[in-house]
């Protein structure tokens, strides 16, 4: 079967659904393809903190309505060391910015039914997708549904297919320059039937490694303890998650509450970035083109911005046929991708014990979280990083003589 849209977009994750979105507000056709179920799409808990420019892109883009009425505002988030909590007032230290939690499970959720109430395709299920015809700028996707193959043609490929998928590597080697990190640590995180003990999330440095306390709503939480990212799930019951992260997020005044464990699993850590982000027609974003370590918070909040800065270059090519935002998106893109990547990092390596560190390295990690914490020039720097910068502030430096 052969069909034909204006952008084909490869992956229904967070950074596929939006554009989709996006682009249907402002009358551009596209063709969602994923490779999943719509329930394990649905169901797949990752993310929970939505910076504020993620926010108001939601709300811009007509989905913002559910997660106005149940997401969670957050003003600052709390640093444990030293057996005590200290609070980073983030809205105090950014002019009212704010961040929320709200899972990306619900976003996604919300994003779906926005496309099929709307009648707009988004096909679950696809198998063996391939691209061809990049190299003549006459992209054709191929893809079976539903026991049928089909052809589809189009103008552009979103390739919003995520870390693992097929668009990246559709790209000439000698194309695309790539730089990455793996971490000698991964998270083991859970799912929790019990309300938040705490109001902020709570990011814990001990001598038995990293703990973070997050939540999804007023009664499920979400807590994380760091792990090699080789172990193996089945080496830790309920009971050993509960001691470790009692031990870890210890603090002075301060009591954990236990809940049925929902859902267990360990992610690996990584830092990865290829560029450009574009290559003729095809527009990598979000997982496709970078990842970071979840200790900034910052995925799925770059996949957002990534397919913004796509989406006012898609309108404008397909309005006036002003190519310059395209060719302009990698660049915008990378520059935002590459604060996000050093912010991650920096939080990730602050908080986190490598089993190849010294008591010196520990040492070091303990001075900067007094002086992120003490300092109002260091607490307003992690604070403006964590909110999110305003895409305008991430933008390439103007050229100047
Ligand atoms: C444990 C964990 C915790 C996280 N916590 C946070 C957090 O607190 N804050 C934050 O901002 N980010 C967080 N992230 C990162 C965030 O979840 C990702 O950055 C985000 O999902 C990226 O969205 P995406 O749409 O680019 O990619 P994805 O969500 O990976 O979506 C890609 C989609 O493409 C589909 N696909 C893959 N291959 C194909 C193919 N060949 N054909 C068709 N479809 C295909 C996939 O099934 C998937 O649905 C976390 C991630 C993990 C794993």
Known sequence: MSERTQVAIIGAGPAGLLLGQLLHRHGI?????????????????????????????LREAGVGERMDAEGIVHGG????????????????????????????????????????????????????????GLEHDEPLVRYRHEGAEHELRCEIVGGCDGF?????????????????????YGWLGILADVAPSTDELIYAYSDRG??????????????????????????????????????????????????????????????FVAAPMRYRSLML?????????????????????????????LVAHFASGSDTGLDEYSDRCLTRV??????????????????QDDAFGRELQRSQLRY????????????ENYVGLPLEQTAPPAVTR
Not at 164 to 184: F, K, M, N, Q
Not at 291 to 305: D, E, H, Q, R, S
Not at 343 to 354: E, P
């Open 338 to 355: 590459w604060r996000a990547e050093h912010f991650s990092w920096f939080m990730t390596t602050m908080l986190h014990l490598d089993p």
């Open 285 to 313: 974003a979000g997982d496709a083109a970078h990842i970071v370590p979840p200790t900034g918070a910052k995925g799925l909040n770059l996949a957002v911005a990534d397919v913004t800065v796509l989406a006012d270059a």
């Open 77 to 132: 988030i709390y640093l444990c060391f030293d057996h005590a909590l200290h609070h980073i007032p983030m809205r105090e230290l950014t002019n009212g910015r704010t961040m929320m939690i709200y899972g990306q499970t619900e976003v996604v959720k919300d994003l779906v039914a926005a496309r099929l109430e709307a009648g707009l395709p988004l096909l679950f299920e696809c198998e063996d997708v391939a691209l061809d």
């Open 29 to 57: 056709d596209a063709v969602i393809l994923e490779a999943r179920s719509r329930d394990y799409v649905e169901a797949r808990i990752r993310a929970g903190l939505l910076e504020q420019g993620t926010i108001e892109t």
């Open 372 to 383: 992120v914490t003490r300092s109002t020039a260091a607490s307003t720097s992690l604070a």
């Open 164 to 184: 693992h998928g097929i668009c990246r590597p559709t790209i000439p080697a000698d194309a695309l320059s790539v730089w990455g990190r793996e971490y000698p």
């Open 210 to 271: 990293f703990a973070l306390h997050s939540m999804r709503s007023h009664t499920r939480s979400r807590l994380y303890v760091q792990v090699d990212p080789d172990d193996d799930i089945a080496n830790w019951s309920d009971d050993r998650i509960w001691s470790e992260l009692h031990q870890r997020l210890a603090s002075d005044g301060w009591e954990l509450r236990e809940g049925e464990v929902l859902d267990k699993g360990i992610t690996p850590m990584r830092s």
